[in-house]
């Protein structure tokens, strides 16, 4: 990965599989130690003091922390399995670039400034998303996090010790989040949004709530080919009508709702199955919305069951109310971009929400926040299609680059 100020240049090959063309940079591994070794380094050839906290999130500063009312800004490097190269690294990039930009403008820098690349973002591999940013937060406790466990057994402390961290360190870090007087990331967009509004740059208003809610349609195994249709308490038939619920329910409520993971017992081909587990992950621009969805899946599917003949029990896995980013910062960045003479030939930057989750949210219960979206035309995320212009990504480092400018310097 290279940051350069003329034209961003985004060049990830860290972590790269040369199978799918998709980003396997999952924490605690190879590829996350490179991309740790790649931040610090650009951290330190620009004289920036280097800093690994507690929790293992990297923070580059400009200035001296001690002082606080700090601007930060920052993302991630990890990755989702054969993810993007713009998820998360634009954001990182993008910061060291609009620091050089901030230079070549010769600012003069009035509050601390400080880059972060949060660790474990998107939960890859222990399946819980935004693991250093929730700790440092106090939003997942130490016990919690020592219960983390990847496929193949290992814990989360057991992996940030053979990377060579000591995992007895991590929790809560408040001391460390007060120096911060707004955090504001910059994060390719998760949407076709901006591509149909024709602008490069957006400013997001809120994260939707979301939850995991996990369906076990339990019914009866048998052999495929001798047991009698009318005889057969088949829990696929009622898993197969829940995932059409879910999307007729979807589509009335202006939502989304997706089964995107599925597990069979025996898991055979000749055989009817006996337990149908999947995982139903839904998202809408309010609560009310939200539950409206779920409620209507959970109906359909127990009125499934029932004709079926199967058994069905649903457990909430996991949920995130609405996060809405602070609106005096969210103003604050609206005025700056719309400067130079915008607002008067009647040019706004657009606000708009997104369905997915980032550090930024789980910040914005501790610290003022805010979030800058840049143009992803086809709408495509956690894909190796995940694709940005680079005219597009030169908007957004100009456009975090003014707005540092505007929170940070005279």
């Known amino acids: 990965m290279v940051a350069a100020r003329d034209g961003l240049e985004l060049r990830t090959v860290l972590g790269r599989s040369s199978a799918s063309g998709g980003y396997r940079r999952f924490a605690w591994t190879g590829a996350d130690a490179d991309c740790r070794a790649w931040f610090r380094a650009q951290a330190e050839s620009r004289g920036l003091r280097y800093e690994l906290d507690r929790n293992g999130n990297q923070w580059a500063w400009l200035g001296d922390p001690a002082e606080g ?81 990847d496929g193949d057994g290992i814990t989360l402390p057991q992996a940030m010790e053979r990377a060579g961290y000591d995992p007895d360190t991590i929790g809560p870090d408040p001391e460390r989040l007060a120096r911060i007087g707004a955090f504001v990331e910059l994060h390719v967009e998760q949407g076709r949004a901006l591509d149909l ?35 057969r308490r088949d829990p696929m038939l009622s898993y197969a009508e829940t995932v059409l619920a ?12 997706t089964f995107g993971k599925i597990s069979v017992e025996p898991n055979g081909v000749n055989a009817i199955p006996s337990l149908v587990r999947g995982w139903l992950d839904s ?14 899946v959970e109906k359909a599917a127990r009125e499934y069951a029932e004709a079926q003949g199967v058994e069905l029990d649903v457990v909430r896995e996991s949920f995130t109310p609405v996060v809405e980013f602070e609106h005096a910062l969210r103003d604050e960045l609206a005025r700056i971009l719309g400067k130079d003479g915008k607002e008067a030939a009647g ?64």
């Open 283 to 296: 998202r809408a621009a309010d609560q009310a919305t939200l539950d409206t969805v779920v409620t209507g």
């Open 246 to 257: 879910a999307r007729r329910e979807a589509q009335l409520a202006g939502a989304v709702a």
């Open 69 to 149: 009312d700090a601007v930060v800004t920052g993302s991630h490097l990890d990755s989702v399995p054969d993810g993007g190269a713009f998820d998360g690294p634009l954001g990182v990039v993008s910061s060291f670039a609009a620091l050089d930009e901030l230079r070549a403008r010769q600012a003069e820098f009035t509050r601390p400034l400080a880059i972060v690349n949060f660790g474990d973002e998107e939960g890859a591999r222990f399946g819980l998303a935004c693991v250093g940013s929730r700790l440092a937060a106090g939003q997942l406790t130490v016990e919690q996090a020592h219960r983390l466990t």
């Open 197 to 231: 509004s024709g602008d490069q740059v957006g400013i997001a208003s809120a994260i939707w709530p979301h939850g995991r809610w996990r369906f076990d349609f339990r019914g009866e195994a048998n052999h495929a080919g001798t047991t009698r249709l009318v005889d």
């Open 347 to 410: 040019l706004t930057v657009p606000v708009l929400g997104t369905g997915a989750g980032h550090d930024a949210g789980i910040l914005s219960g501790t610290v003022p926040t805010a979030m800058l979206f840049v143009r992803n035309p086809t709408g495509v995320s956690h894909s190796p299609a995940e694709y940005a212009a680079e005219d597009d990504c030169v908007a957004g480092v100009t456009a975090l680059a003014d707005v540092l400018e505007g929170l940070a310097c005279r």
